[in-house]
């Protein structure tokens, strides 16, 4: 990634020793600082040796990690971030996931449950958990970073200022409606704003309402707003039949079950990693939740938690995926180590069958001592389209999140293959936008697109789609591209991926940074 105003040889050098100096002074090894800027002791050694290439936004975070102003940046840079993307060359080495946004907004959320203190741990810095932090702020919640920004301690206090919710904050994430769950437990009526997020066509939240029914909470909507009221007790024993198996269906019914006397009963639950995860939380707080990764969740709630908990966040399969998916496309021999496989297992199963040659390493626990993990190293590989199309369906399936990402991979095989995303009515017409880099891409309906492979990709102009998703896929086209590629508007990126930019070049593609 190159440095915008500094572009010389000369500059990264007097840079790294500026680094070196003020690292040395502050008494701190290579490897501490590098935990401190969640990336390598290797990548800080590059710094140090001027053979790194940098951001200005990772100068900044450099200087704040070391409490020193490394190079004057000038004033803070206005209007979206763009990328220039130097494709058509294989990455290298190994790379670590990151652990699960969807998992950190839950807990989140979940922390309004608890009148003890909820430290979080390895929790991802994205855009998505600051807006959730900057609503919990402002109704009274006490969030604070530790100093190499991973971790977050969380207070409750007893009476929140839900009249001062930032609304423009709760409005950009669709993750507010996961508030319904807890804020049930808190008030007699309450108002909030419309859930947000990414452009991927109009989702109900009725499948929430039918959820939260049993617990006495009844919804309208009027003025951009959800408008709440709590009927009297809820009864002592319930069953609740979600009529979608969603993640955030399945949560919000967690998180009203967790603090309702007596037991509910969930059925046609998620148990997906977010899930688990929630579910691992509640378990610390003193909740009962039988169940654990399957389709009936039983829940034996209790009206106080008051508990100070420690958590550590599981790492997140779709950034695996899309690490994965960044090496495939390349053609690059290429480790992503702390995959959580059995979220993967039938992507890895797919791909398999698509002819991808890869290696998993012995499984081992992640520091919630529950996800499986294992180190996963893939090499160059001819690919070929699989017989059966590919659809997303409910953990055990093929997750949802990652169904874009065989788009581009699709694109690299030869033959036709035909991806289905019955989910989402906006997200395979966003997936037409890899035409533009070359990909044989026809959309039969809002919700099908057939790909037809390979690919001589080929380098372009493109402005980022409205979701998170796609928008990831067209990045990875174009590291796969010969020729330089400008893709605008990446700010949506920010929302699910932390320092993805920087890890990319890390292994070795050629990402600049700029705005106009």
């Not at 190159?2 to 040889?9: A, G, S």
């Not at 998505?128 to 530790?146: C, H, K, N, P, Y």
Request: net charge negative; proline share 5%.
């Amino acid at each position: 990634m190159t440095l915008t105003d500094l572009p010389t040889d000369d500059a990264m050098r007097r840079i790294g020793a500026l680094v070196r100096d003020a690292r040395r002074h502050r008494g701190l090894t290579q490897q501490q600082l590098a935990e401190r800027l969640s990336t390598s002791q290797s990548a800080i050694a590059r710094i140090e040796q001027g053979s790194q290439n940098l951001t200005l936004e990772f100068l900044g975070r450099l200087s704040a990690a070391l409490d020193s102003e490394l190079i004057s940046l000038g004033p803070a840079p206005a209007g979206p971030a763009h990328l220039r993307v130097t494709g058509g060359r294989p990455l290298r080495g190994r790379v670590v996931v990151k652990s699960s946004k969807n998992a950190a907004v839950a807990l989140l959320c979940a922390a309004l449950l608890n009148r003890g203190r909820t430290t979080l741990r390895n929790v991802s810095r994205i855009v998505e958990v600051e807006r959730i932090l900057d609503v919990l702020r402002s109704i009274g919640v006490e969030a604070t970073w530790d100093e190499h920004g991973h971790d977050l301690t969380l207070v409750v206090p007893d009476e929140l200022d839900l009249g001062g919710i930032d609304a423009d904050a709760a409005r950009r994430t669709r993750s507010i409606i996961m508030f319904l769950g807890p804020l049930l437990h808190r008030a007699r009526s309450f108002r909030l704003p419309y859930a947000g997020g990414c452009d991927l066509g109009t989702r109900t939240v009725q499948p929430h309402m039918i959820a939260l029914r049993p617990f006495g909470l009844e919804v309208e909507a009027h003025a951009g707003e959800y408008q709440a009221t709590v009927e009297g007790p809820a009864a002592a024993h319930r069953t609740i039949v979600l009529t979608e198996r969603g993640d955030t269906v399945t949560e919000n019914a967690l998180l009203a079950a967790a603090r309702a006397d007596g037991t509910t009963t969930i059925r046609n639950a998620s148990s997906n990693y977010m899930v688990q995860d929630l579910c691992l939380y509640l378990q610390l707080l003193g909740v009962e939740v039988e169940g654990l990764g399957t389709t009936t969740l039983v829940v034996r709630g209790r009206p106080v938690l008051e508990a100070d908990v420690d958590y550590t966040i599981s790492e997140d399969p779709v950034e695996a995926m899309s690490l994965l998916t960044a090496g495939i496309v390349t053609c690059s021999e290429l480790t992503v180590a702390r995959a959580p496989v059995e979220f993967l297992e039938v992507e890895l199963a797919v791909l398999a069958e698509m002819g991808l040659r890869y290696e998993l390493s012995p499984e081992y626990l992640a520091d919630n001592g529950h996800t499986r993990l294992a180190d996963i190293t893939i090499h160059p590989s001819d690919l070929k389209a699989p017989i059966d199309k590919i659809h997303p369906m409910p953990f055990p399936g093929l997750n949802i999140d990652n169904l874009p990402f065989f788009a581009v991979i699709a694109a690299q095989a030869q033959g036709a293959t035909l991806i289905h995303d019955w989910v989402y009515d906006n997200r395979a017409i966003h997936l037409s936008d890899l035409t533009r880099l070359g990909a044989d891409v026809r959309l039969l309906d809002p919700h099908r697109v057939l790909v037809s492979g390979p690919t001589r990709w080929s380098s372009a102009e493109v402005v980022c789609p409205p979701a998170l998703r796609p928008a990831v896929c067209i990045l990875l086209a174009m590291l796969a591209a010969k020729g330089t590629s400008v893709l605008r508007n990446v700010d949506i990126i920010a929302r699910g991926y932390e320092q993805l930019y920087e890890r990319l070049v890390e292994m070795g593609a050629d990402i600049e940074v700029f705005r106009d």
